[in-house]
């Protein structure tokens, strides 16, 4: 499996983006996908999830203004960021989780919030 993360930079407090994550390769191994951040000097969190029958999880900070989705058809997961703050600076990581237990991460795309 192959992930490729695109749609970060550099956007005003209050702004949105769109962060899209494009699998190819043995796609139907993947079970779950998710988009973690690391922020400057910290480790990763995850911030989104999502199943692959749909079922979506958010980390508390971001619950209401990040909404994580999936195109089966392009093989593509998404993650809309509305109402960004400077705290959601970072490098944004699209992940997948396979049926076998592997953990697999694609590049990261920076996403930078000016107040």
């Known amino acids: 499996v192959q992930l490729q993360a695109s749609g970060g930079g550099l956007v005003q407090a209050g702004g949105s983006l769109r962060l899209s994550c494009a699998a190819s390769?043995?796609?139907?191994?993947?079970?779950?996908m998710d988009w973690y951040r690391q922020a400057p000097g910290k480790q990763p969190e995850l911030v989104a999830g999502i199943t692959s029958g749909g079922t979506t999880n958010y980390v508390e900070s971001v619950k209401g203004r990040f909404t994580i989705s999936r195109d089966d058809a392009k093989n593509t997961v998404y993650l809309q960021m509305n109402s960004l703050k400077p705290e959601d600076t970072g490098v944004y990581y699209c992940?997948?989780?396979?049926?076998?237990?592997?953990?697999?991460w694609g590049q990261g795309t920076l996403v930078t919030v000016s107040s």
């Open positions: 390769g043995d796609i139907f191994s993947i079970n779950l």
């Open positions: 992940v997948a989780d396979t049926v076998a237990g592997t953990h697999l």
